[in-house]
């Protein structure tokens, strides 16, 4: 095993990777993953731009004079398509990639660090160590909430408030950064990660909202030093790495006298930016712009199913509904999908589970309501959930099994979008589960 810089035009995405399956080519791969991981394609295409390229390098072996990527399939069909946004299979990606293309800061890379494995058995015993769950402590162990919560606590990722951006503004509007300046984002979040932190320097955040706790121009002041000393890398990440390291640079800081003290501390805290008034300016009335109208059956979000042997048609499914089919276009298709994906994701969860109460001539009604109790039993849905959803098995409920069998057999019956959606959202938690059933 080696690490060595490729060429990207040398890397080949595998058109048999394990996601998919064997598949005619490469072309085919990629098509496959824009079209069943989209929006995952979407998140990890504006992630690697931001990051200026990838953090794991592609696990890949030679082939015939090229190499074939057998793990970081997704980050490298990313780069292929940013360097060349035309070679995607659609109109709809060029257009994506090359407007991500566009927001690259510097040179674009034509190489990418990849881990070299000459040895096909022990690829496979890599990608099994990797991608086959955590096999009592021999596999990848995944961390739990704490660990989870640790980890954030710890870096200042997944905050919904860019801090850094958020006082990168405010000393520039109080003449304590250059236009030009910029403060470094990740080292200066992970610094103030924690509102032990942020309280020391004077400022917290609330509801989303930076908010002054002390004196302001104190607080300015101090945050004009951090920020001075990490724009000048007198303060690196070693120094910053974790609480301890924290606390010992704002000690350093406390003892200097930088910081705002227990006197300057303000009775309530303040918000940063004052609120827009309520009342519109007259002169200049705005028109708040209608919200768009849902076209699809399920919303663009991510439902954090994770893929398996058995879920793979009804994720199939799943993605048409979510991506490709729309109302107006498509109504009688998403009715029939949507019928056909509850009973897929239901037959799944009896499978999964060994539910012994459900029987193979059970009706579509009959199963859900077997499959709700037992994920009542397991503290999958508490009652409160469950009660909102016993409706659908019986038959004169406008929610009802019956009236999704009456949109496909019925010469009468039509769907209506709005009841599809309706119906939708009422199920989609249960569907959720169903398709990825707790261990």
């Known amino acids: 095993m080696k690490f060595e810089n490729i060429r990207l035009d040398k890397l080949t995405v595998n058109q048999a990777n394990d996601r998919h399956g064997e598949l005619i080519s490469e072309d085919a791969a990629i098509e496959w993953l824009l079209t069943h991981r989209a929006n995952h394609m979407r998140n990890l295409a504006k992630d690697v731009v931001e990051a200026g390229g990838l953090y794991e390098p592609p696990l890949i072996h030679e082939e015939n004079g090229s190499y074939v990527v057998y793990d970081g399939n997704r980050r490298t069909t990313t780069l292929k398509l940013l360097q060349k946004p035309q ?64 980890f954030e606590r710890r870096t200042g990722k997944n905050t919904k408030l860019d801090i850094a951006e958020a006082v990168e503004k405010l000393l520039k509007e109080n003449d304590g950064l250059s236009e030009s300046a910029q403060i470094p984002r990740s080292n200066f979040k992970r610094l103030l990660s924690a509102e032990q932190f942020r309280n020391r ?67 309530e805290s303040k918000p940063v930016t004052k609120k827009a008034s309520k009342t519109p300016d007259k002169k200049s009335p705005k028109k708040s712009s209608p919200p768009e109208r849902r076209v699809r059956l399920i919303r663009n979000i991510d439902h954090g199913i994770q893929p398996s042997r058995a879920n793979r048609k ?22 029939v999908l949507f019928r056909v994906l509850l009973e897929i994701s239901i037959d799944i969860y009896i499978h999964e589970k060994s539910l012994t109460t459900a029987h193979k001539n059970d009706k579509l009604a009959s199963k859900f309501r077997k499959v709700l109790d037992d994920l009542v039993a397991t503290g999958e849905l508490d009652k409160k959930q469950a009660s909102s959803l016993k409706s659908f098995e019986k ?26 959606k309706g119906m939708w959202d009422t199920l989609e938690t249960f569907v959720v589960k169903c398709l990825q059933p707790s261990a």
């Not at 930088?258 to 009775?267: I, Q």
């Not at 038959?395 to 979008?417: K, M, V």
């Open 87 to 150: 070679s995607a299979p659609s109109k709809a990606w060029a257009e994506f990639y090359a407007g991500q293309r566009a927001n690259w800061q510097g040179k674009f890379p034509t190489t990418v660090l990849c881990q070299i494995e000459p040895d096909r058995e022990r690829l496979d015993e890599i990608l099994y160590r990797r991608h086959t769950g955590q096999q009592s402590g021999v596999g990848q162990s995944q961390w739990d909430a704490p660990a989870k919560t640790n």
């Open 395 to 420: 038959s004169e409920a406008l929610f009802s099994a019956n009236t999704l069998h009456a949109y496909i057999h019925s010469a009468e019956y039509f769907p209506s979008d709005h009841h599809l």
């Open 314 to 335: 009804a994720l199939d499914i799943f993605d048409e509904l979510q991506h490709r089919l729309k109302f107006g276009d498509h109504d009688n298709a998403i009715a």
């Open 201 to 267: 320097v004077g400022i917290s955040v609330d509801k989303n909202t930076l908010n002054f706790t002390h004196d302001k121009a104190r607080v300015l002041a101090a945050l004009k030093r951090i920020a001075s000393d990490l724009i000048a890398k007198k303060v690196t990440l070693d120094e910053i790495w974790d609480n301890k390291a924290k606390r010992k640079y704002l000690n350093k800081l406390d003892e200097e006298g930088v910081l705002p003290s227990v006197e300057d501390a303000l009775p």
